[in-house]
């Protein structure tokens, strides 16, 4: 056995010391990072767990419907708003994939299908379908989507609009009555002119009919007396006597004037009834309900009907000019809507030239042509003008530069309503102050207008 000696033992022994020490030192080290590492697990822990809770808390407080889906769809959780929508227990799932309870058109399809495949498309958009609840009601809702980042599962955003579409629906039927209100109206103003109109070509329509009378008795008188020298020639042959009672009569009578006048007489009476039958036919077709579906719409004859209608209005105040395209095509749209814009315009224009006190000649300009696929309508006068801070707000509601009670500042705001919205159409306007107003509208020929449902 080799022999250690003692300095050797003794260093072998520091060392061995000093490593024990080392080791103690490392070892306690190491048991405070653990304990540190252990503390903010702890903290990290309790943290996520407050998150869980105030997530959850978000989840289900959300008034919208919220669910999550797997990556084959499922439903994996639902929360209140959810199953209160479907007509189920709340913390309870549906059995069943979300594509089977989502409805709709088929632009809803294509919709919820890009955001399901094997490569989804996710923005911010939405659209609006139905979910089917456990009553088999189809419920309309506002539908958006979008991925959690987390084994393919997907939240998806359900708002039921009922509420909403019933808003709509009686705010749709509320302006309805309002422009039908406001043709009535209208229509009210410009009775008395109407009534003018149509009394003038029966006045005469009347006259012509009493002169026939006239004149039928006074033919019957010289019948009377031909049937007289017919039986006497007959019968005695005293033909001198009643030869020269027939040329007294047919003096009297002024057969040649009757001859020559009855035509005359006859065309006026057939062209006052004209006057009256397209007067009455124009107020007929100006003051029918607005139709609910759209029909091929002849622009020139709306044009026409409305100046028959308001022809009253602006006699006195200016002359019209009309530069209407032949055969202009027809567009898809609600005549009844086209006639309030065309009357709006033209009594607008009317107001402007009558405010124009240095303007002795008003004109009103209506010209139609056909632009590509648009049919294009101008109406312009050389009124008073627009300046440019007001040309900003013309189609603004209730905004007016009319005295109080004298304009309602709905006119401009129905007709860019009409134009824009219900026929997918524009409207501009080009003005300077005491250079008159020009209002251009284009409308699709080929567009299919929103329907008034």
Not at 49 to 59: H, K
Not at 118 to 140: L, R
Not at 258 to 278: C, I, K, N, Y
Not at 412 to 434: C, D, F, M, Q
Request: proline share 4%; glycine share 6%; charged share 25%.
């Amino acid at each position: 056995m080799q022999k250690i000696s003692y300095e050797a033992l003794v260093s072998r022994l520091d060392r061995e010391k000093r490593a024990r020490l080392e080791a103690e030192t490392l070892l306690e080290k190491k048991s405070l990072e653990v304990y540190q590492a252990n503390q903010s697990l702890a903290a990290s822990t309790a943290q996520i767990d407050r998150e869980r809770t105030l997530l959850s808390a978000v989840f289900d407080a959300r008034p919208a419907a919220l669910i999550l889906t797997s990556s084959n769809h499922d439903c994996v959780r639902l929360n209140p708003s959810a199953c209160g929508l479907l007509g189920i227990e709340v913390n309870t799932v549906p059995d069943t994939s979300l594509l089977n309870l989502l409805t709709g058109s088929a632009e809803t399809r294509r919709w919820i299908e890009a955001r399901t495949g094997p490569n989804p498309e996710f923005d911010y958009s939405t659209i609006d379908g139905a979910i089917s609840n456990t009553s088999g009601e189809e419920i309309p809702v506002r539908i958006s989507c979008s991925p959690i980042g987390h084994d393919d599962m997907c939240l998806w955003i359900l708002i039921d609009i009922r509420r909403h579409l019933a808003i709509e629906a009686e705010k749709s039927a509320l302006e309805q009555s309002l422009n039908q209100a406001q043709k009535m109206e209208a229509l009210g103003t410009l009775a008395s002119g109407v009534a003018h109109e149509i009394n003038t070509p029966i006045q005469y329509v009347g006259d012509n009919v009493r002169f026939f009378q006239e004149v039928h008795a006074e033919f019957s008188g010289l019948l009377k007396t031909y049937d007289a020298l017919r039986d006497a020639a007959e019968k005695h042959g005293i033909l001198e006597e009643l030869a020269a009672e027939v040329a007294r009569h047919r003096e009297e009578c002024d057969i040649d004037f009757l001859l020559e006048d009855t035509p005359t007489a006859l065309e006026q009476s057939l062209h006052g009834l004209r006057q009256v039958a397209t007067i009455v036919s124009a107020i007929r077709e100006f003051s029918h309900p607005g139709e609910t579906e759209t029909t091929p719409v002849d622009i020139n004859s709306v044009i026409e009907t409305t100046l028959s209608v308001s022809r009253n209005s602006w006699k006195t105040i200016t002359e019209i000019e009309k530069e209407l395209q032949p055969d202009l095509p027809t567009v898809m749209g609600h005549a009844g809507d086209l006639h309030q814009v065309i009357l709006n315009l033209i009594s607008n224009a009317a107001d402007a030239i009558n405010e124009d006190k240095s303007n002795d000649e008003g004109l009103i300009r209506i010209s139609t042509r056909e632009v590509a696929d648009d049919i294009e309508i101008l109406v312009s006068d050389n009124g008073s003008g627009i300046s440019d801070d007001v040309k900003s707000r013309i189609f603004d509601p209730f905004f007016t530069t009319k005295d109080p009670g004298k304009g309602t500042g709905q006119g401009l705001a129905i007709v860019y309503k009409i134009v824009h919205v219900k026929h997918g159409g524009r409207i501009t306007v080009e003005s300077t102050p005491e250079s008159g107003t020009t209002f251009k509208i284009r409308l699709n020929k080929n567009a299919e207008p929103a329907s008034l449902n």
